[in-house]
Nanobody
Framework: VQLQASGGGLVQAGGSLRLSCAAS????????MGWFRQAPGKEREFVVA????????YASDSVKGRFTISRDNAKTTVYLQMNSLEPEDTAVYFC???????????????????WGQGTQVTVSS
């Protein structure tokens, strides 16, 4: 599975961005998907995740109510809609896939076995 993240950029605080993660392969619909981010000098942290069915989503407390994850299995793409962006959201954002078809979507990086290359999001104050 190859993951290609896109949609990052520079935005002012309070603005919005939508990230996309396009996946190769016909088994995308079986994968739970997650977004993680890593700011300079910090560890990679969980942002949001969605189960393979799309029936459940998870979000970290820092983005809950502002960020939304969704997926389009026909397009083998997962999206991260980011609203009310804050300078603290500045980071490289990575999408990840968990191929084990769990009943949940993981919130720790260790459960994901495929990773995209990352896309930079910069929020100016």
């Amino acid at each position: 599975v190859q993951l290609q993240a896109s949609g990052g950029g520079l935005v002012q605080a309070g603005g919005s961005l939508r990230l996309s993660c396009a996946a190769s392969g016909r088994t995308f619909s079986r994968y739970a998907m997650g977004w993680f981010r890593q700011a300079p000098g910090k560890e990679r942290e969980f942002v949001v995740a969605i189960t393979w069915s799309g029936g459940s989503t998870y979000a970290s407390d820092s983005v809950k109510g502002r960020f939304t994850i969704s997926r389009d299995n026909a397009k083998t793409t997962v999206y991260l809609q980011m609203n009310s962006l804050e300078p603290e959201d500045t980071a490289v954002y990575f999408c990840a896939a968990d191929s084990r078809r769990r009943s949940y979507a993981g919130t720790v990086s260790g459960v994901y076995d495929y990773w995209g290359q990352g896309t930079q999001v910069t929020v100016s104050s």
